[in-house]
């Protein structure tokens, strides 16, 4: 062997080894990046008015987020309404019959319904419901909200009761426990924590979505707790305060940021935890 | 497996009561009977500082809630026509052509007067001046540097770098676009006949932003920008504001009373009237009216009677007790003549063919 | 499967309660799952219904005309449609070789592990962050960077522009394009990567010359998936792009794509055409991304099975 040629060689393995480390760690550093912008420019905004007061006239100092925090927790509650519990069947249906032409649709249709972009969501959900209700509305928002969860939810429960063995449903089939009771109380329950893990994912993902709500939800300076009225949100906050050229408002918009990321983490971290504590094991 | 189920209630009804509770608390509120009239308009960005004052002031005087989308004037006249709001706001008045394809007729009451200005970002921030033409040039690319000798032609006591101009325009639907280049039009003719007026045009060159907040904001972080916007945003923003020389020749700086100046005309009753280009010797030539459009036959899409009352009593304010809060803001309040014709114009509003406003 | 045969042989006879919830039950499952499937259909029938009239207006010169005009009523895409291009393959350009270092990092050297699972997360809480602040840091903290280098380059320091918004896009789709790849590196069977081992190979020579090319695979499937997410991002874009409906003549030009055009412009479009144009961007968008996301899914269904 040439050794000149060997230690080039090994020279390249150690060279390469290094560049992958650097460029692995060097793709970490936006997110401590954007973390540190954030809390730098937000945390001096939070106060407890920030969080409870509303928005102040254009060009007037002061003023708080109260209003899209609660609109944004008015559209998480609505999406999930119908979300949850419809993603959840889809998921059981495809993990009892995992074959057939409906799974077969369905697995796509749930493919395609997740790469689906935001933005065409909220096209759908102006043309189905906005128009046909006259009006913009926080239900139009949280209906395209929820039609963005679903396909999570489903591959979620799907995927997590793969995990169960058979046996165990065929266990308490054979105890004599109807079908349904089985699913509901036996394999549901065993299926908990990636189950629950989908939803809160799922719900991380719609807290921070703007572009469905540019045309449904709307927008509202004032507090609104009425589904079929115009909400604020924290996104939609963020997207006009940060394009406008007052400085009051950029403090505010580093401050509702602020609030979002807290929201997302603590929501990321709740969902280690689960999966953590109550693993699917057999 | 962990039990989840130690709680003191047994499972289903601890579940029914949290979905029977989640949907109290969710169409509780949306009872018509639960809360007071809420108005909802959309429209131009151009007075969205005054009306975002005024509604506040509002709300604390009646309790009435206004919430107003300055989504610019496009989606104003749009969402009106949708008939998804209860009044548009538009600084560009709707053509013959716009309102014939409307399902209703729409009227159009002015609330106040404003100015279009040109603001740009340049070391120093100096006081410009520009003619028509040179706006004309530039808007269509010909003029590109600062440092070009028309610029410095009308502004001989600056000494400008060489940095690239970088034209800033909106790229939303705008009646603040409508009322630049309806004057830029009736200004220079080779504008007129390569681009025209309109909310949205063909922009030969340029950067594009949503509203005039976002057309403001850009221009404020942009070295050698130039672009329009109405007066207040570049003033509340501490932005340097562009004197232009208008028809008669006189240099007019953009204010409330340049602006007042340019309205001193005859109105149209119906008040779509442009003011560009005035003949006013002392006018400002990018002046408009902004105006609020609804519709004057209230009980569209089951609509209450109410909530028409409402609209007609805020229209009232709007032009009578809420004009106090234009002039702090630097717009002009409206004239005598054309609070008249509002006056007129919000007796005509009518309920099931009867008039409202008493 | 026994659930198959219980269905046909459920008498949903109201002697037998149970029975009765059984049946019920069933159906419901089915229904959920026919639901989506419906409504699936029913947004693509919706977007190519309101497409209609500008599919009959402009036809296939709808793709090749850059001309945008809401006063005369003229509408093409064309400048969208390159705007998305550049924006969505610039930025897979840029996050290719550190998702690939990534999926190195996490698949081959370091699978497990405190370091590991430091990366995993960091990697995973990328993903998870709210595509408006991405665009809300980019325009404060990205914009004025780029505006500094187009100052050196001598260009017109807008800081907005394609370049902006694909540095942007690639920051957001690392993660996906990573996830893949990573599981797939690991994957790899022993037996070859040892037979090279035994040939003398180093590491490096064994993950450039066996792993890589047997995980191809996967990794194309990581890059559809990236580039679906990017082909589909509005709201990161359309605050740093700059939002010009011209053709961007180089890659410091502001430009638009189609999310942000359509974000932009919706609210106020008047007129029929104008609004069926913009629904008809839409529906392209749907069925591009329609189209990455099965065939990346199916790569990745092939990957799984091999292995």
């Known amino acids: 062997m040439d050794r000149e040629r060997v230690k080039f060689r090994i020279g390249k393995d150690k060279a390469f080894m290094a560049l992958v480390i650097l460029l692995s760690f060097f793709s970490m550093v936006p997110l401590f990046l954007i973390l540190f912008y954030i809390m730098r420019n937000g945390l001096s905004s939070l106060s407890w008015e920030f969080l409870t007061e509303l928005s102040k006239p254009v060009g007037e100092v002061g003023g708080g987020i109260a209003n899209a925090i609660v609109g944004s927790f008015l559209l998480v509650v609505i999406a999930s309404l119908p979300a949850i519990p419809m993603g959840i069947t889809a998921g059981v249906y ?57 396909p999570v939810i489903t591959r979620a429960t799907e995927e997590t009761l793969k995990l169960i063995p058979d046996s165990l449903k065929e266990a308490s089939l054979a105890l004599g426990v109807p079908y349904y009771r089985t699913i509901l109380k036996v394999i549901l329950p065993a299926g908990f924590s990636g189950i629950a893990t989908g939803i809160l994912i799922s719900l991380a993902r719609i807290a921070g979505e703007t572009a469905p709500l540019l045309f449904t939800a709307f927008g509202n300076p004032f507090m609104n707790l009425n589904i079929i009225k115009p909400v604020n949100a924290l996104p939609l906050l963020i997207y006009n305060y940060a394009t406008s050229p007052y400085p009051e408002w950029h403090s505010i918009a580093w401050g509702a940021s602020c609030v979002l990321i807290c929201i997302v983490l603590i929501l990321n971290f709740v969902t280690r935890i689960i999966a953590q504590r109550w693993k699917v094991q057999f | 497996m962990n039990s989840l189920r130690r709680g003191k209630l047994p499972p289903h009804a601890a579940k029914g009561l949290t979905i029977f509770v989640v949907f109290i608390l969710l169409f509780f509120p949306s009872l018509p009977w639960a809360k007071g009239v809420e108005l909802l308009g959309a429209g131009a960005t151009f007075p969205y500082p005054l009306y975002s004052k005024m509604f506040h002031e509002y709300w604390q005087l009646t309790g009435v809630k206004v919430n107003y989308q300055a989504i610019g004037s496009g989606g104003g006249i749009r969402q009106l026509m949708n008939m998804t709001v209860d009044f548009g706001g538009s600084d560009a008045f709707m053509s013959d052509g716009e309102l014939a394809k409307a399902p209703a007729k729409i009227l159009h009451i002015p609330t106040c007067l404003g100015a279009v200005i040109l603001t740009y970002n340049v070391p120093g921030n100096p006081e410009l001046t520009f003619t028509p033409d040179l706006i004309a040039d530039i808007f269509l690319g010909k003029i590109t540097k600062w440092s070009d000798i028309r610029i410095a032609e009308v502004n001989p006591e600056v000494t400008f770098s060489n940095m690239p101009i970088a034209v800033v325009h909106r790229s939303d639907g705008s009646g603040t676009t409508f009322i630049f280049t309806d004057y830029v039009s009736k200004a220079n003719s080779e504008w007129q006949r390569r681009v025209g007026r309109g909310k949205a045009v063909n922009w030969p060159v340029g950067l594009g932003a949503k509203g005039n907040p976002g057309v403001a904001g850009l221009i404020r972080q942009l070295p050698g920008a130039f672009g329009y916007v109405e007066l207040v945003y570049a003033l509340q923003n501490r932005m340097p504001v562009a004197s232009i020389r208008n028809k008669k020749g006189t240099l007019v700086q953009p204010g409330i009373a340049s602006t007042s100046l340019a309205a001193n005309i005859p109105l149209p009753d119906d008040t779509r009237i442009s003011l560009t280009n005035t003949d006013a010797s002392e006018g400002y030539p990018i002046s408009s009216f902004t105006w609020i459009l609804v519709y004057q036959e209230q009980s569209y899409r089951k609509r209450s009677m109410e909530k028409a009352q409402e609209l007609v009593k805020l229209l009232g304010w709007m032009t009578h007790e809420g004009q106090q809060y234009t002039e702090s803001l630097h717009y002009a309040p409206l004239p005598a003549e054309a609070v008249r014709k509002a006056e007129k114009i919000i007796k005509s509003i009518t309920y099931n063919g009867e008039q409202i406003h008493r | 499967m026994a659930s198959k045969s219980i269905d046909n042989q459920i008498d949903p006879s109201p002697r037998v309660p149970g029975l009765r919830a059984e049946f019920v039950f069933r159906k419901i499952l089915l229904l959920s799952g026919l639901v989506i499937v419906v409504l699936l259909a029913a947004i693509f029938l919706s977007l190519f219904l309101h497409s209609l009239p500008s599919l009959r207006a402009f036809g296939l010169s709808f793709f090749f005309t850059k001309t945008w005009d809401p006063v005369s009523g003229k509408f093409g895409m064309l400048s969208f449609l390159v705007g998305t291009l550049l924006t969505s393959f610039l930025s897979l350009l840029i996050c290719l070789p550190f998702s690939l270092a990534i999926s190195i990092f996490l698949g081959e050297y370091f699978r497990e592990g405190p370091l590991s699972s430091f990366l995993r997360n960091v990697t995973e809480l990328l993903a998870g962050i709210p595509s408006i602040i991405y665009g809300f840091w980019g325009l404060f903290v990205l914009v004025p960077i780029v505006r500094k280098l187009e100052i050196i380059l001598g260009i017109p320091p807008y800081g907005v522009g394609i370049f902006t918004a694909s540095l942007i896009l690639a920051v957001m789709i690392v993660p996906y394009a990573a996830s893949i790849g990573g599981e797939v590196i690991s994957l ?11 040939l003398g190979a180093t590491r490096q020579e064994v993950i450039t010359k066996v792993i890589l090319p047997y995980a191809r695979s996967g990794i194309m499937a990581g890059i559809l998936l990236a580039l679906g997410r990017a082909l589909g991002e509005t709201m990161a874009v359309t605050m740093v792009i700059g939002n010009s409906n011209l053709l961007p003549r180089s890659i410091f030009s502001p430009g638009n794509t189609m999310a942000s055009v359509i974000a932009n412009e919706f609210t106020e479009a008047t007129g029929r055409l104008y609004l069926s144009s913009l629904i008809e961007i839409g529906l392209l968008l749907f069925l591009v991304t329609m189209v990455i996301n099965i065939v990346g899914r199916y ?9």
């Open chain 1, 94 to 150: 495809l993990s009892e019959h995992k074959r057939g032409r409906l799974s077969y649709l369905l697995r796509l249709a749930v493919e395609v319904l997740q790469g689906t972009p935001s933005i065409v969501i909220g096209i759908i959900a102006y043309l189905w419901l906005v128009i046909s209700m006259g009006g913009f509305s926080a239900l139009s928002g949280g209906v395209a909200l929820g039609i963005m969860m679903l």
């Open chain 3, 299 to 307: 790569i990745i269904k092939k990957v799984s099975v091999e292995a």
């Open chain 3, 188 to 198: 790899v069977p022993s037996d070859i990567k040892e037979a090279a081992y035994s």
